[in-house]
């Protein structure tokens, strides 16, 4: 044997290496080269281990190279889940058999589409014979398999259309055939669940069903025919898949267990008569393929729907016919066109002539002596052969009993067995004669009595052009009638300017249908307004056409009347709202003087302790006593609105309050404003409160001030006002009797009507934010109808504003007082009777202060209980008007019982004026206005006491 060298054998080892590498580069050329797909499984201890693919396996499969290495079980999860496990029997032999056959199978390309492959397997085994590795070629055979498919399906097809159209060309009605073609869908269709409907009306009703739950087919068997779904089948040219169709509609089928619904739309040409549902339990991979069964069937059914829908419009024609010809009450005949002879006749023409169909059949209508002129049927001939039909002769026939009727005849030349025939329709038109005459007796006499009736009526075609009218028409346009019909209305001239547009939209309501009444302004030719109410709607005229009927009545006596009413009642509305409002802002009052009486006597009991004004103390008392004061303003103001605040009425000459609140306002008024007086010399005296008369003038002049900007003049005018006549029609509850009147003027810019309306409300204000309370005015009403007086206002924009005021005159001598304030101390026994407890511990707190003697009650029973004991010590009730449960009035008497002579101060947060007859037919000694100062009381009660 030879001995091998090292070095040989190494050479050795390289050239077979090179030989590999080249024969491993063949090998993917080769792969490389073929279009199938060629893929090689490596056989690790007998199984299947490493592989490796061709670059070709993207292009069948979708999946790359890369792809396949990295998951060695890609191929198959490929394979068709119902090819699987033929697929892995097929591996499995592969390992066992020396010559595996190939097989056919499905895969899900990497896209989701189905391909059919046929895939070829070569074992490789090594010297020993055991098997190494297999390779492996795939071909795509789709195009094949599928040809294959169609040729099968083709036969099957053309076996259950024969079967069907068989069924079909059985049924003699539309919804008969419904039955068959569900039953044949589902056997197609490898289903048991359906439903047919028929389209009727805006319904799709169900006709028939099968494998269905009732309750189901209970909820879905009527269905309009605008549901989403609905109008998605019947607008498709094929079949649709309706996978929500049980999820749209009410009647759900997923409790049922219903997956998908499959519907194709049932045609007779273009018009869609139904649609046909297939449903199914589970999922249904092959789509396409019951689609397109489901439209095959259609396709084929499409035909003898068209037959049937023939024969049913033909037969429904007939039966038309039939029954327009036995059931019309005008007479038809059909008679031959060459001798009159009558072939057929109705029940129409025995109640016109008195003859029986089988007495004239047979016979010309000549020997019948039908006609009452002979010549009558030539003349229908020749009228005949001039155009083949002849509409509303008139002609006259003569009964059987020989009565004479007038009739109108319509004829037509047809065809019957190839003869011609002569169809005529006759109508007894006596009932239509005595009708018009009946007619025109009725329109004479709606004419007597559209001329003479007192209200205008006018008839308007649907443009707005006059067509008729009456004579009161004429009347109130003031023309003549040649000259009105055809003119528009708005072109008549006599309509008000602000009315034109409205009566433009009123006609646009007639024209809706609508029926209107509204009042409308005119002016005659004179330049009078007149005042119409107007009614009008649609009617019918001649010949059917549609018009309108405007009737019009004169109401300007009637309008000024409520016109007049209307003022006088808005007059006393605005009274009572305003008394309304001012009795809430007396009680807001009352509600708030009582917190003020805690705050103001704590205050000055505070400044009493600590009486230095520089002191911190001392200055906070007078801050608190400022601001409760200005506080107590601003109740005295609300409680001026709501007539309860004349506080000290006296005898005053209202030229000297005038001039002093000019005084004092001129200063703050704008150089550019003039003032101008115009004052009667003697004027009548008035008893009023001169603080509150200064604070209405006032107000008065601000409000003038605000509104000239720019400058202007104020003027002030008095005048006396004897045995007071005229203004009770603008104030029905003035008094007669003797007034002072004070006009106050400017030359602002005025208020329209809807700010004037409002200007005495309290909080109504036209100024910005933070610039008014809205109380001003409010006050200045309350406080002149408290003093029993009168206030209007008068304006318009731009033309300036007047307040007119009238205020009772006296003839009392007019007397000054002043009063100078001083907290007097006394010694008396006081009892206090008030239920809110901050109010009594403040009054005993002030009156000890000054050396009085207090005992306090919270309510009636209590302070009479208290007054029981203490009778002979008690010099003065100071009692609180308003308490709950037993009121001070109530008390006062229980008091009076005990002790006819006692001395009792009523105190509450109203004005006096509410309590003054109280005051006067009680014989109540005072009366105190809360919030109240020290020195005030103090000095009332050293008044009472003094009387003693």
Known sequence: MKRILPEDLEKRLKEKEKELESSRRKYDLLLNAITSYVFTVYIQDGKPGSTEHGKTCLG???????????????????????????????????????????IEHRIIHKDGHIIWIRKTVIPTYDDD????????????????KKSELSLIESASRSMIMNDLLVKLNKCSSLYEMFKPLLDKALEICGMSSGMVYSVEGEKAVC?????????????????????????????????????????????????FGLRHAFSTPLKAEKEVVGFLNVVTHKEIKDIENVKNLLGMLALEAESFFRKIMAEEALRESEEQFRTIFETTPDSITINKYDDGTYVKANKGFTQLTDYKEEEVVGRSSLDVKIWEEPKDRDRLVKALDKSGTVRNLEMNFVSKRGKIRTTLVSSKIINLNNEPHILSITRNIEDRLRSEEALRVKEERFRNLFDKAYDAITFLDLSGKIIETNRRSLDFLEGNREELIGKHFTKLGVLSLKDIPRMVKIFKQILRGEDIKAELEIIDRKGVTKHLEATGGLVKMDRGKTGIMIISRDITARVLAEREKNALQEQLFQAQKLESIGRLAGGIAHDFN????????????????FPEPESDEGQAADVIIDGTERAANLTQQLLGFARGGKYNPEVLNINEVLQETVSISEKNLDNRINIKFDLVEQPLSVRADRQQLIQILTNLIINSKDAMPNGGEISFKTENIIQMKGYNKVFPSIKKGDYIKITITDTGMGMPDDVRDHVFEPFFTTKGKGKGTGLGLATVYGIIK????????????????????????????????KQTPKTIKGVATILAVDDEKHVRNLTKAQLEKIGYKVISAGDGPEAIEIFKKHMNKIDIV???????????????????????????????????????????????????????????????????????
């Open 60 to 102: 069948i499969t979708g999946y790359s190279k890369k792809e396949f290495d990295s998951d060695p079980h890609l191929w198959i999860h490929m394979v068709h889940e119902d090819d699987r496990k033929a697929v892995l029997l097929h591996a499995e032999s592969i390992l066992k058999e020396k010559n595996p056959e190939s």
């Open 129 to 144: 014979g055991k098997l190494v590795a297999y390779d492996g070629i795939i071909e795509d055979i789709s195009k094949r």
């Open 207 to 255: 006709r028939y069903h099968s494998g269905l739950p009732e309750e189901f087919v209970e909820k879905t068997k009527n269905m309009p025919l605008n549901l989403p779904d609905v109008k998605k089948v019947l607008r498709s040219k094929s079949p649709i898949t309706v996978d929500s169709f049980t999820e749209e509609y009410p009647g759900t089928g997923r409790p």
């Open 594 to 609: 009582n917190i003020l009486t805690g705050i103001m006597g704590y205050a000055e009991l505070l400044k009493l302790q």
């Open 786 to 817: 408290n003093h029993e007086g009168f206030i209007f206002c008068d304006s318009k924009p731009g033309k300036g504003t007047e307040f007119t005021i009238f205020l009772p005159a006296i003839t009392e001598k007019i007397i000054t007082q």
């Open 878 to 948: 100071l009692l609180d008007v308003v308490m709950p449960g037993m009121s001070g009035k109530e008390t006062f008497k229980a008091l009076k019982k005990l002790k006819k002579d006692i001395k009792v101060v009523l105190v509450s947060g109203y004005s006096q004026e509410n309590y003054s007859e109280e005051i006067a037919s009680e014989d109540i000694s005072a009366f105190l206005q809360k919030p109240f100062r020290l020195h005030e009381i103090s000095d009332l009660l050293q008044k009472i006491l003094r009387k003693e």
